[in-house]
C-alpha cells in the first residue's frame, strides 16, 4: 500500500511542486492544508502515515500544529523550514518532529527525507506493537499466577500440582491457560472440564 502524506504549506505554488516530485515517486498526497488549523484537521480526518509541514505559516504555525497532531494522530512529521538554527532545530524536536529540511525543497533532499522519515515511523511503529504484547504477556503470566493460588487453596495442592491440574483442565475444555485463569479469577469454574472433582 502507497504510503499517504498530508502535505501542508501556505503557499500553493510550494505545494504543488512538492506533489509533484511526491506522486512522480509513487506517493500519495491525499490533501493540502495552507495553514496549521488546517493541517490538524486534514491530519485527523485522514490519519496519513506522514504530515509534511512548513514550519512559518499564518493563523497557526508548524511546530504548535506539530504538538497538537502527534497528541491525536500516530504519523510521522517532517518539517520544513527556511531556518536551520539550533532553536529552531530544538523547538521542532521537541514538538515531535521526525525529520527536518531545510528549503529550498529539491527531490534530491526531499525523497530521502521522506523515506527516513516512514521509516522512523514504522520502527515506532514495530516498538510500539512488541511494547504492547510485552506487557499483555506479563499481564497474562500474572493472572496465570493468581488463579493458581486460587486452585492451590480450593484442592489443598502444592504449585506443581495446581498448574498441572489448570493445564489438564485447559486442554479438557479447549481454552487458553489464560482464558481458563480468567474464568478462575471471576468464579466461573464450574463449566469447565477438569476443575471440578480432584483430578
Known amino acids: 500500500m502507497r504510503p499517504s502524506i498530508v502535505l501542508v504549506d501556505d503557499d500553493p505554488i510550494i505545494r504543488m511542486d512538492i506533489r509533484e516530485m511526491l506522486e512522480e515517486r509513487g506517493y500519495l498526497v491525499v490533501a493540502e492544508a495552507k495553514n496549521g488549523e488546517e493541517a490538524i484537521e486534514l491530519a485527523v480526518r485522514w490519519k496519513p502515515d506522514l504530515v509534511i509541514m512548513d514550519m512559518k505559516m499564518p493563523i497557526m504555525n508548524g511546530i504548535k500544529a506539530t504538538r497538537i497532531i502527534r497528541k491525536v494522530v500516530d504519523c510521522a512529521v517532517l518539517m520544513l523550514t527556511a531556518y536551520s538554527q539550533h532553536e529552531t532545530v530544538q523547538d521542532a524536536r521537541m514538538a515531535g518532529v521526525t525529520?527536518?529540511?531545510?528549503?529550498?525543497?529539491?527531490?534530491?533532499?526531499?525523497?530521502?527525507a521522506v523515506e527516513i522519515?516512514?521509516?522512523q515511523k514504522e520502527q515506532m511503529d514495530t516498538l510500539k506493537e512488541t511494547l504492547m504484547q510485552l506487557k499483555q504477556s506479563v499481564e497474562d503470566r500474572k493472572a496465570v499466577e493468581k488463579a493458581k493460588g486460587i486452585v492451590m487453596q480450593a484442592y489443598a495442592l502444592n504449585e506443581e500440582d495446581a498448574y498441572r491440574k489448570?493445564?489438564?483442565?485447559?486442554?479438557?475444555?479447549?481454552?487458553?491457560?489464560?482464558?481458563?485463569?480468567?474464568y478462575i479469577l471471576e468464579g466461573r469454574t464450574e463449566q469447565l472440564s477438569g476443575m471440578t472433582g480432584n483430578g
Open 166 to 182: 489448570m493445564r489438564g483442565a485447559s486442554m479438557e475444555s479447549r481454552i487458553s491457560l489464560n482464558k481458563l485463569a480468567e
Open 99 to 112: 525529520a527536518y529540511l531545510v528549503k529550498p525543497v529539491s527531490e534530491e533532499n526531499l525523497i530521502p
Open 117 to 119: 522519515a516512514l521509516s
